[in-house]
């Protein structure tokens, strides 16, 4: 019985299946890639790892602004970038505030603090006034002001609201200041307050309560 020499189709095909079988269904096939052959497409969502990616890979461009979130900074960047309060101090409560002068507003607490050096330091005030004016058409207006190392700054903390009730009523005022200690860093920095009365204010009219913080931003 002769064989035929002349491979058919189907003797391919069955070769072909035998060595799959064989070889546990896997074929390799090699291939070589181009530059930028590889694109965002070809690639399975997910399957890009941080093992896959080199050393400082991943620069600022490449992130996306604002989506930097709390949770992915370590806690020692986190302490880097909140501000330090380093001091506080407190005035109040204080009457006498219906005559048009101007006395100096003692205060308890931190009043002097070193600014440190690549620091940016700055200063808050926050006062609550119980107010009320002797004449409607006129406002009850006392103030706080501020100095640093017996010079003014630019905080004067007075109320807000319109101040003209013949009533007392509790009002707020707020202000802040800075940078300070950018020129000088290590120098001591001393605050004082002082406080200007209103003759259109009332006899009961007080300066309640005065809050004074000094912030250090890293």
Do not use: H
């Amino acid at each position: 019985m002769k064989l035929r020499s002349k491979l058919s189709y189907a003797n391919v095909v069955a070769t072909l299946a035998l060595v799959l079988a064989i070889g546990g269904g896997t074929v390799y096939a090699a291939l070589r890639l181009g530059k930028d052959a590889v694109r965002s497409k070809n690639i399975a969502a997910g399957a890009v790892k941080s093992s896959d990616l080199g050393k400082n890979a991943v620069t600022s461009p490449k992130v996306k602004d604002g989506t930097i979130a709390t949770g992915d900074l370590a806690a020692s960047v986190i302490a880097k970038l909140r501000a330090d309060v380093s001091g506080s101090a407190t005035a109040g409560p204080t009457g006498g505030v219906n005559t048009n002068t101007t006395s100096p507003l003692p205060l308890s607490g931190t009043t002097t603090f070193t600014p440190r050096a690549g620091d940016v330091s700055a200063i808050a005030a926050e006062a609550r006034f119980s107010i009320a004016t002797t004449d409607p058409a006129q406002t009850c207006r006392p103030a706080v002001s501020l100095l640093l190392d017996g010079k003014p700054t630019r905080i004067f903390v007075d109320p807000e609201g319109e101040a003209n009730s013949t009533t007392l009523v509790e009002d707020f005022g707020r202000d802040a200041s800075g940078p300070y200690g950018l020129v000088d860093p290590g120098e001591p920095l001393t605050i004082t307050a002082q406080l200007r009365g209103d003759d259109n204010c009332t006899a009961d009219s007080q300066l309640d309560r005065l809050e004074v913080r000094i912030v250090q931003i890293r």
